[in-house]
């Protein structure tokens, strides 16, 4: 099944058998920045045939403008359903604030294949940070 996620690029969907999380071998900490764009990106990607689960444990998005509020609207690809899902949508942060968006209290899983994307209301304004673990 191939899909377009609006960026105007076809993918094809490989499903492959999501790594048993209960008999975990490796859990590899990790953690991804970024600064935010009006043009979506990819934060965090698990790879097809990854062979590995990521467990995100926090997302925050940090406003480095010292004036202004900006908007964020952080997504969540589901390779399941071909679709990406708001994690949040339009959301203002304050000048000189930050969001903790999901902490380890709500983490969420990334099979393979699946991603975590954002975008803010103005160039590198925002800040994204990621804290996840790769299980395998």
């Known amino acids: 099944k191939s899909h377009c996620d609006g960026d105007g690029l076809w993918r094809i969907n490989t499903y492959m058998a999501a790594p048993n999380i209960v008999s975990v071998a490796t859990i590899t900490a990790s ?8 043009t979506s990106a990819n934060v965090v990607v698990n790879a097809a045939a990854s062979g590995k689960v990521y467990k ?3 997302i925050i998005i940090t406003n480095i403008d010292g004036t202004n509020a900006a908007n964020c609207t952080i997504g969540y690809y589901n390779s399941t359903a071909a679709a990406v899902y708001k994690l949040a949508h339009l ?5 000189q604030a930050s969001l903790t968006l999901l902490d380890k209290s709500s983490s969420i899983y990334l099979q393979e294949g699946e991603y ?3 975008t803010a209301s103005a160039n590198s304004k925002l800040d994204i940070i990621v804290s996840y673990e790769q299980l395998s």
């Open 31 to 38: 953690t991804n920045a970024a600064s935010l764009s009006t």
């Open 56 to 58: 995100i444990n926090s």
């Open 91 to 95: 959301i203002s942060v304050p000048a």
């Open 116 to 118: 975590i994307n954002g």
